[in-house]
């Protein structure tokens, strides 16, 4: 019985997801076939207009670039606090920070959103000023003086987003190291920071990635936070510091109540694009955590 009701389970998980590509591409192609512009390279997004003109250059580029910044900030910091709980910090100081990351992962997008409007945004200025002394020769963080309303202010949102997330699923990994391999490695005279480079995080690395991955769906496809901190524009800019941007999310959930029917076949379409983009990271992480049989054991 339990053999069936978990392939059935599986089958329903993978009829659900069939269906979902059906009706998103779907609709897709009637709003792909009726664009004036190029789908994949236009900077517009005029879909209501007769006849539609839109693109999602802008929107791929926004969505890859602010969840890649949120992965750069987030997961070196996730592992270090990650190892601090399960590895450091006394059973006593060790509860409660564990209870309060475990709390912050489940405070709602649009509170997130709320804060970084109206606190983050107005004290980034000065932090963006000091990047554009010592780096704005580059022209990738160089800034103009306008509201910190960019790609890198959604990054750091993200980022302080799924920090929880990853914090969470890689303690329980680390946790799950036998203990024999750590009491091993201390008995042949290894130090403690030892111990953790040679047991504990060769053995949770594919855990680590699984949930890296899973803090990374959350920033692919994160909508009310992106949308109250990024002032949005068809444009890119050559500085991840400048305002203006989008992301498939934002757009979606700032177009969608003004949209004609056409405009809301195209944003299916963008739609379909970031359900591709979704399924080709978690293809892409299951192929790295395939690759490194040796930690198999580690797998969820």
Do not use: C
């Not at 009701?5 to 779907?26: C, K, N, P, Q, Y």
């Not at 056409?262 to 359900?275: C, E, N, T, Y």
């Amino acid at each position: 019985m339990f053999s069936g009701l978990a392939r059935g389970s599986g089958i329903v998980l993978l009829l659900v997801m069939a269906a979902i590509a059906v009706f998103l591409t779907t609709r897709a192609v009637i709003a792909i076939s009726r664009d004036e512009g190029n789908f994949l390279t236009t900077f517009e997004w005029d879909a209501n207009a007769d006849p539609p003109v839109f693109g999602i250059a802008v929107l791929l580029f926004g969505t890859v670039v602010s969840s890649v910044i949120a992965m750069a900030l987030a997961m070196p910091v996730a592992v270090g606090i990650a190892l601090f709980i399960s590895h450091y910090a006394p059973r006593r100081l060790a509860t409660p920070i564990g209870y309060l990351v475990d709390l912050l992962a489940a405070v709602p997008s649009i509170v997130y959103g709320l804060w970084g409007a109206l606190y983050l945004v107005p004290r980034l200025t000065g932090f963006y000023e000091w990047l554009d002394h010592l780096f704005g020769w580059t022209g990738v963080l160089s800034y103009d003086g306008t509201p910190a309303r960019s790609l890198m202010t959604a990054g750091i949102l993200l980022a302080i987003m799924i920090l929880p997330i990853i914090t969470s699923v890689t303690r329980e990994i680390f946790r799950q190291t036998p203990r024999a391999h750590q009491e091993a490695a201390l008995a042949l005279g290894a130090t403690r920071w030892e111990v953790i480079t040679t047991t504990v995080l060769p053995f949770g690395r594919s855990g680590v990635v699984s949930a890296t991955m899973l803090g990374l769906g959350r920033a692919l496809g994160e909508t009310m936070a992106v949308a109250t901190v990024l002032s949005p524009s068809f444009l890119i800019n050559a500085s991840l510091l400048e305002s203006g941007g989008g992301t498939f999310a934002q757009n979606i959930a700032s177009q969608f109540k003004e949209a004609t029917s056409m405009g809301r076949d195209a944003l299916i379409a963008s739609g379909l694009v970031l359900f591709l983009l979704t399924l080709l990271v978690n293809g892409l992480a299951r192929l790295i955590i395939a690759r490194r049989r040796e930690y198999a054991g580690t797998v969820v």
